[in-house]
Each structure stands twice: as C-alpha cells, then as structure tokens.
C-alpha cells in the first residue's frame, strides 16, 4: 500500500456494518456536558481530550489532540475521527485483536464502542455518512476539532446512557508489526491498515459544563511601571519578583 | 510545602501609564447572588481505560448531599466567607464576585458538583480588594497539603476536605481538564488570581488549590 492519503471517494459500502442510518433525536430537556481523557490504542503515544456541551437537542463538541503521526508519505496525515454508539460503551483491550496482526482495528474494535454515530468533521457534513472524508479530517500531529450539530437520536441517547464513545484514528505504521504495515485497511482496502485503525479512544462522561478558562479573580489596579512593589495587600502580605517581571502574592517572611 | 505544578508565566504586556479600566482581571460585574441552584448530575467516573465499564457513582441518595453550599471556612489561613452562588458569562468564561466591592466574599461555581458530590466542587474567590486590600482569597499560598477545609450547607451540613496541593497556571493556557475534569471522588478547587504586572496592573495566573473530601 504505498498510496498516499489523499483526497478519496469513498464508496458508502466501504463503511459497512459501521454506518447507521440515524434518525434526528427527539427533545432532550436541560443542558448537559460530557468529556472524556482520551486513552491511547495499538501503540500510540498521543494525547487529547474532549468535551460535548449539549443544550436541548444542539451539542457543541471540542476535541483536542496532540502527538498523532504527522505525515504520511510527505503529506499531511489525515485522522478521522467520530463519536461511536450502540454497543458497550468502551474502549476494546488489546485481546480484542482477533487476527494476530497486533493491531485492533476499527471493525475489531466496533463489538466495545459501535458504529459511527457523528463524524466529528473539521467541516461540513457530522453524520455517519461522512465517516472516512478524508478532506473533513484532522490534519497532522495536533489539531482541534471545533463543532456545533443537532444530535441524531442515536447520539442524544449514547450521550445520555454513558455508552458514547470518541475514537480518532491513524497510526504510525512504523510502530506496527510487518504483518499489519503489509495488511489493507478493513474498511478501506486500498488504504493501509494503519490509516483507519484507532489511535485515541474514551468513553464521554457527564460532568460539569467546564468553564473556558481560569477566572478573573484580581482586582486590576493603577499600573506603575516604576513602582516595583505597586500593589499593596497589607496584612503582611507583599508582592515577591520572579523572574521575567511577574509578581506573586507571598506573606512577608518577617511580621 | 506549597508544590507548583507547572509555573509558567505570561509575556509581560507593553506597559501603561493611566489608570486601567477594570477589564480583563475583575470585572466590574455586580454579583448576582442567586437563589440556591439545583444540584448538578453527579458524574461518573472517567472511563478511558479498555474494557473498563462505566461505573455509578457509590453514593447513596440518603449520604448525597443536595443542599447548595453558603460558607466557606479555612481555619489555617483564618478564613470564613459567605458563598455567593454564581454561573457562567456568556462567554462561558466563570463569572466572579463583584470587584468593586472591598472583601467580597468568594463564590461557588454552580455548574460544578455540589461540595460532597462526586466530581471537582469550583469556588473562586479575589486575591485583592479595589482599596488595595487583601481579598478574600488572598491567603490561598499560605494552606500547605492536610489543611482542612470546611463547607457549610444550606441546611446546616458541613463537609470537610483536604487539602492536597497548590499551583499556578499562566490564563493563556489554563489547564482546563486538570482543573474541571471529573473526579473519582469528591474533591473542591479553590481559584484566585496570581502573577500580577505592574506594568499592566494585570493579574496574568491563576492560582489553584486542590483539596480532597476527608475520608
């Protein structure tokens, strides 16, 4: 297999068993939020994370990821990624690998988290259908993955029984076997296996509606830049230097 | 013991001679104490590990508390406020007690786990005070690792914590899911500001102090 990863048609059939044909969801009162760390499969040393703020029936899906393979053959690698439903609700152990290839693909990996649910595309088109759109993908080693969509019914209910599952996928071949850097991709024969297989996988919790950032919580104050101790705490308190022109709130060390 | 991790620090901004608006570091919003908000849905634990299955939260509904928190005690820092209960901006950053009064008192975030629940309980509180006072989380450097910290309920219960450590975290990158993210169990992080510039009369950090439920 020594194609790039480039722009492909992808013949509908290639997906499978993997594709559901889904249904817009019904109304989900109140807002909930969902996230997950997303643990590493086959090898992978990347990291990411993800969180989906659903109010009524939109949702708002941020993932983040970092150190995915880079490039394929000179070109930046594509990584697909989707929110999986339908079966357990879990990201596969490495016994899940049937045919000994060291490698759990995506179809070996579908009786823990499912089939796809939502694409989640860096643009365009969320559902099922657009699941191995390359050109929707995410680009190279790191990347955020930014979406608001209405849920199909079978997100809304994988998200709210806590059986929705992320996986992004793309392997570097390199860290595979010889056996599964020389194996066809099962959903995509004419790409290699490690194209497809996942990478990064985790189950969505509910959690908190996660703020944006930290908080603004300092009281801005007249700015003196030659006044190296501006800020007065009183009660002992005073500012320290550091470093770089920064200052930190500290107690004085004498009373 | 005060552990920092992960001290990283802001480029200074280009330095200003006036008096700075109270913008990005406190802003002057009136505090909209609000009526006690319901509690959130307790969260279950993360599960990215394989073939872990997704495990319920453990606590029964006669131990959950529901009460929304109204006081905050820290006896080692000398501590004792009110807790406002407050949401996000719609910008979905958190929205803060009011920075024009002196000694506000700090706030609960209550879109965060009800203090007891499973799950990271999100209470802020101002380093400082508009007359050049301390705020009243001004001493938040000072708790080292076993420090108890207690909460008040509103129908009187209180749950005591732990805490485990402190650090500080530059706004630009501010680690979202290690301070948010879900919690296997009850836990409580305390935010003020830090890293103040003189020259901008800005606070560029927050500081993060990390407390477990007591056992």
């Given amino acids: ?172 071949p390199a860290t595979l076997s010889p056996a599964a850097q020389a194996a066809p991709s099962d959903l995509v024969p004419s790409l290699p296996l490690a194209a497809t297989s996942p990478a990064l996988c985790g189950t969505l919790t509910a959690g908190m509606a996660m703020p944006s950032g930290g908080a603004d919580t300092g009281v801005a104050t007249e700015a003196d830049g030659t006044n190296t101790a501006g800020l007065a705490l009183g009660g002992g308190l005073a500012l320290v230097a550091l470093a770089g022109g920064a200052y930190v709130v500290r107690r004085r060390a004498t009373a | 013991m005060r552990q920092f991790n992960g001290y990283r620090w802001c480029l200074s901004a280009p330095a200003v001679a006036a008096l700075i608006a109270l913008t990005a570091c406190g802003a002057p919003d009136t505090p909209t104490a609000e009526p006690a908000a319901p509690s959130t849905t307790a969260s279950a634990p993360a599960s990215a590990s394989p073939q872990q299955p997704l495990q319920t939260p453990t606590t029964t509904a006669a131990t959950t508390p529901t009460s929304p928190p109204v006081s905050l005690s820290i006896a080692a820092i000398d501590l004792k406020t009110d807790l406002l209960s407050l949401g996000l901006r719609e910008n979905r950053s958190l929205d803060v007690p009011s920075a024009t009064e002196n000694n506000a008192p700090a706030s609960w975030y209550n879109g965060s786990p009800v203090p007891g629940t499973v799950g990271p309980s999100v209470m ?84 993060v102090i990390y407390a477990k439920i007591r056992p």
């Fill in chain 1, 1 to 172: 297999m020594n194609k790039a990863l480039r722009l492909l048609a992808v013949p509908t059939l290639a997906l499978g068993a993997l594709a559901l044909s889904t249904a817009p969801a019904m109304a989900h009162d109140g807002d909930h939020s969902y996230q997950s760390t997303l643990g590493q499969l086959n090898g992978s040393t990347a990291t990411g994370t993800v969180t989906v703020d659903v109010t009524g029936n939109t949702a708002h899906a941020v993932l983040k990821v970092s150190g995915l393979p880079a490039t394929f053959k000179d070109a930046p690698y594509p990584h697909v990624q989707h929110i999986h439903v339908g079966a357990q609700g879990v990201c596969p152990a490495p016994s899940a690998d049937k045919d000994g290839d060291g490698v759990v693909s995506t179809t070996e990996g579908a009786p823990f988290y499912g089939a796809i649910g939502t694409t989640l595309s860096v643009s365009g088109d969320t559902s099922p259908a657009a699941g191995l759109d390359l050109k929707l993908a995410g680009q190279g080693a790191s990347y955020t993955v930014d979406r608001m969509f209405e849920l199909n019914a079978e997100t809304a209910a994988a998200l709210h029984d806590g059986k929705a599952v992320v996986v992004v996928h793309g392997l570097d």
């Fill in chain 2, 124 to 207: 802020l509180g101002h380093v400082n005070s508009p007359n050049g006072t301390p705020g009243v989380f001004a001493r938040l450097r000072d708790l080292a690792p076993g420090d108890p910290v207690t909460v008040t309920s509103q129908d009187g219960k209180t749950v005591t914590f732990t805490v485990e450590r402190g650090a500080a975290y530059s706004k630009t990158d501010f680690p979202t899911f290690e301070v948010y993210g879900n919690t296997p169990g009850p836990e409580l992080r305390l935010i003020t500001c830090d890293g103040y510039d003189p020259a901008t009369g800005l606070f560029d950090d927050n500081y």
